[in-house]
């Protein structure tokens, strides 16, 4: 089924439209429905159990963002993959110093995102599926064009057509590598009956309870105890002896997220069964953590030379269809 990209307009407005260079209208999401429920004579045990609950959630979706100077770590990664006309595109939307700035500013959606006038919107950082799902579905897995998936679709298309200007497209930018690191988040293509971890707590050695989300998004990533700089190029060490090639068998993010979520069923998952934070789940989690960012910053350079592609590479610059 081809995903019709008009469905997904709203991140930015129409090229004729002047906007700021943050511009946070994607659809018009309602919440819908109740934390918990309970008549006036519930007692107050109850209450107190559901308030606990609801905060914990709620703190939780806080968390359902990538570590921000993770994303300059992807950023740094990305670069030495872009083609000269990516390159060129960049330098000519952010000036001749785009490399230190793309790396330096790579967390500006995510801080953007901490904003609680922006918290509404914390449901594009995902891309649910249910276990037995074979792919993904717009109707099911990005209703009215809510999903992670969608974000960089159109964050694409805003790149590619002379219609927005380059304020637009600047933002653009960033909420593709926002949204594009997003997906390759074991839980943030989790379950959708756990929210992506989100309603999942493990006890840590201190018997606390700890978010499965804010384990996979934060913790794990922390707990590596480096600079961002320092890892990026131990990283960048790593990747110049992977198959990278075997990383682009597909080019279209709907499937990425599909295989973001078989991990997570895979690998993610089983190490939180037995309801602890355990050292297993600490050590196996940065290790897959590592290979995702490296797989996120290879595929967003992938995404830009396919959207700016050289003189003499065969193609138009358009979007290949998504089927």
Known sequence: MRIRLWRYRGLFASGSQKTSAVVWFILAWASGGRLFSGGRSAGRKAQSQGLVAALLFATASLCSAFEQSGHQVVAQLMTPYLNSAASAELERLFGAQ????????????????????????????????????????????????????????????VLLKPSFDDTQKRQAFWYLMHYNLQLHIPLNCGLIRDQGGRKIYLDDDQLKPVNLSFIWNYDLYRKLNQHWFSYAKALSRKMEEENKDAWLASLRPRDWAYETNRLAIAEAYPLALDGRYSAELINRGQEILEMQLMKAAYRAAALLNELFPEVEEQGSGQLPPES
């Open 98 to 157: 785009w490399q230190q700035l793309v790396v330096r500013n790579a967390g500006n959606v995510q801080a953007e995102m901490s904003r609680p006038k922006n918290q509404k919107l914390a449901e594009l950082q995902f891309t649910l599926f249910d276990p037995e799902d074979e792919g993904f579905e717009v109707e099911k897995h990005c209703a009215n064009g809510v999903c992670s998936v969608a974000a960089v679709l159109e964050s694409e298309q």
